[in-house]
């Protein structure tokens, strides 16, 4: 069973470059197939999907953060990464990284890893 | 964007009771509707992919029906680790899409 497990900065000022990155573990850690993702969550936007990658290195991103992020993909490390440039106050909530499985051309979001609170504060 | 409602925001209910909630697309996303369960502190965690297939490990009081637009959620009779805030998420259009929840207290 796959688990995914979380870490980076909590605490950033304005203008900073926000840095998570999430180990794979387990089920022989296989990223071939699968898409994976970051997700925000805010009281104020509720749960944010931002953005994702797989193991071609074919990315998708939310437009509104086009332009500031980066997700990546290190197979050999079994870890995934997301960059997010310029933060400001609006940025600020808990950073979840996800696994996106497909089955017959539908996606879903499991597992999650357990979630990284991101202030954003001067 | 494919926006995602959902009702009621917020419910109370006894142990025992069938719970029924509803999830609504802004266009037609067929059967692109994932259901998740939130408790406090924690992760959101997968109940229901593609509308009615239930996630293993997942109880079977967990049932998921609809199409197109028009989703629910039910569950048959709820326990005491049913209490928590669930929430839709389309998978039809790359730009993915969550609900903004409901939440599930105790009468």
């Known amino acids: 069973q796959v688990q995914l497990h979380q870490w980076g900065a909590g605490l950033l000022e304005p203008s900073e470059t926000l840095s998570l990155t999430c180990d794979v573990y387990?089920?022989?850690?296989?990223?071939?197939?699968?898409?994976w993702s970051w997700i925000r969550q805010s009281p104020g936007k509720g749960l944010e999907w931002i953005g994702e990658?797989?193991?071609?290195?074919?990315?998708n991103y939310n437009p509104s953060l086009k332009g500031r992020i980066t997700v990546s993909v290190d197979t050999s490390k079994k870890q995934f990464s997301l960059k997010l440039n310029s933060v400001t106050a609006a940025d600020t909530g808990v950073y979840y990284c996800?696994?996106?499985?497909?089955?017959?051309?539908?996606?879903?979001?499991?597992?999650w890893g357990q979630g990284t609170l991101v202030t954003v504060s001067s | 964007d494919i926006q995602m409602t959902q009702s009621p925001s917020s419910l109370s209910a006894s142990v025992g009771d069938r719970v029924t909630i509803t999830c609504r697309a802004s266009?037609?996303?067929?059967?692109?509707l994932n259901w998740y369960q939130q408790k406090p502190g924690k992760a959101p965690n997968l109940l229901i992919y593609?509308?009615?297939s239930l996630q293993s490990g997942v109880p079977s009081r967990f049932t998921g029906s609809g199409s197109g637009t028009d989703f629910t959620l039910t569950i048959s009779s709820l326990q005491p680790e049913d209490f928590a805030t669930y929430f839709c998420?389309?998978?039809?259009?790359?730009?993915?899409?969550f609900g903004p929840g409901t939440r599930v207290d105790i009468k």
């Open positions: 387990g089920d022989g850690g296989s990223f071939s197939g699968y898409y």
């Open positions: 266009q037609s996303i067929s059967n692109s």
């Open positions: 990658s797989n193991d071609d290195r074919s990315t």
């Open positions: 593609a509308t009615s």
């Open positions: 998420q389309q998978s039809y259009s790359t730009l993915w899409t």
């Open positions: 996800a696994r996106a499985p497909s089955f017959r051309g539908f996606w879903w979001f499991d597992p």
